[in-house]
């Protein structure tokens, strides 16, 4: 998580993620679903015939003080 060790600006954000497929369904899911319960990682198979375009949507989860603001991370591997 950006900003969480000593001496680092306080960090609030407590993403939750979402996988939407080109139609903009949600495919996948998550929040809170890491050993430190604050963070968020999808693990997603595309299914065959189902390539293309997806799009990744960050927001905060009910669980975040709001207003809020905070950085994160996003990683994507095949």
Known sequence: MP???????V????PMIQLLDAAGNVVA????NQPDGRNALINYAVPAGAGGTYYIAIE???ATPKPTRGEYV?????
Do not use: I, Y
Request: hydrophobic share 30%.
């Open 74 to 78: 996003l990683s994507q591997s095949q």
């Open 3 to 9: 900003a969480s060790g000593p001496g680092e600006f």
């Open 29 to 32: 899911t998550a929040d809170n």
């Open 60 to 62: 905060a989860s009910d």
């Open 11 to 14: 960090n609030l954000l407590d």
